[in-house]
């Protein structure tokens, strides 16, 4: 359903090369690198403060790297600038965080829509794009509730339904369950997995959950700035 044509880059679909971050005199990253495969969920994980939600900001275009280099199907990423790597972001790229991050004001259906209309795309179109994920997330029944009305488990699918909607390369993913409980964030586990497998839709994530890392393809250990497998 939402399947992305993958180019290469040795295999990788992600690719980058020596990040590195320093705020002040703090390193945070010292040098980086890492990649990842079509259809993969790789899941970073590591003590507080170790870079890994700065590295997952700086790959995911949120932030930028002091140096190095960032390739999302051969696409030199880390060279794009404003508006050009805004809607590079909005097109090939999704965001879940701890917290869902949905707009009060406007329904479930119409958060998943927005970066869709954002990108331009036909109001019709991505409207029944946004039905047919919340089917697929269990949601059919909640479109026209308000993020108020909705659980925090629901809260949080109707955030990967967003992440989703333009049919991203990548779903970058900043402790996805670290504010559900452990019910939800079971589900929230085996709805990722769900995804890799049936759609092939790839993850790279960053958590404390063990649980969540020990389902991943491969995890990545970050310390001290640097980043073993």
């Not at 994980?45 to 199907?73: F, P, R």
């Not at 600038?81 to 119409?110: C, I, W």
């Amino acid at each position: 359903m939402w399947i992305t044509p993958v180019n290469g880059l040795n295999g990788n679909m992600l690719k980058a090369t020596n990040i590195k971050k320093k705020y002040n005199q703090l390193e945070v990253l010292k040098g980086v690198d890492i990649s990842v495969n079509k259809g993969e969920i790789v899941s970073i994980i590591g003590s507080s403060g170790a870079g890994k939600s700065t590295l997952l900001h700086i790959i995911g275009t949120l932030d930028t790297a002091d140096s190095g280099e960032i390739y999302l199907h051969n696409e030199p990423v880390h060279q794009y600038r404003n508006d050009k790597l805004a809607a590079y972001r909005n097109r090939h790229m999704g965001f879940v965080f701890q917290f869902h991050h949905l707009l009060p004001e406007f329904t479930a259906l119409e958060n998943i829509c927005i970066p869709g209309w954002i990108a331009g795309r036909k109001k019709k179109e991505v409207e029944q794009e946004a039905i047919r994920l919340l089917q697929t997330l269990g949601l059919e029944n909640r479109q026209d509730n308000k993020p108020h009305a909705l659980s925090g488990g629901e809260q949080q699918r109707v955030a990967v339904a967003r992440a989703l909607i333009n049919k991203p390369s990548i779903i970058f993913a900043d402790e996805p369950t670290g504010n559900l409980d452990s019910t939800n964030a079971k589900e929230m586990h085996h709805l990722f997995v769900k995804l890799r497998d049936e759609f092939h839709q790839t993850f790279l994530i960053v958590t404390h959950n063990e649980e969540l890392a020990g389902m991943s393809n491969r995890v990545l250990h970050m310390k001290d700035g640097l980043i073993s497998e």
